[in-house]
């Protein structure tokens, strides 16, 4: 072999020497990356996993307190359902008190609401025509004992029961529907502490 050859033969001995290297360099290269890519790949799998979980669990709490809040709704609706027919009961026995009762029930009524003043009485067409023969004395006495006067009109008016007081064109509802709506929260409160407690 000449010396021409030998220096042919170092030169491409050292070509594939450093060939072999750059390929062993970019094996050793391209595995680190698929390596990287891989462990990244499982770390973001387990963070998505990580976020699906702590969204079911969200959600199932989301339906639960969902499922919790339309029971409450639920049993509120049905006691205020009873409550309102333990009212309306109460209403309808009101106003099927027989007549000695029911004027009764007027007469304290009227002590607790009559003024010092001037005024007139009014009342429905049917309790006009059922009311006692000395209530309307009644009415003046009590208008009397505080110190003012009430007169019956004869006019009956559209209400179902109890009266309106009129003092110088102020009208005082003392119609039983205005009663019962004036204390339907402490009612409701003290037939809700009677059925539930």
Known sequence: MSGLDKMKARILEEAQSTAREIIGKAKADA?????????????????????????????????????????????????????????????????????????EMLEKLLEKNTLPEAGEIRFSAKDLGRMPAGFPDRIKNIAASKGGSLTVSEKPEKMDGGFLLVYGGIEENCTISAVFASKREELSDQVNRLLFG
Request: charged share 35%.
């Open 31 to 103: 595995d680190a990356a698929v390596q990287a890519a891989e462990e990244s790949a499982e770390a973001e799998a387990a963070e998505i996993l990580a976020r699906a979980k702590r969204d079911a669990a969200d959600y199932g709490m989301r339906v639960d307190s969902s499922m919790d809040m339309q029971r409450k709704q639920a049993l509120l609706a049905a006691k205020q359902e009873v409550i309102g027919g333990v009212l309306k009961a109460a209403y309808d026995a009101v106003m099927d008190l027989d007549d000695e009762k029911y004027f």
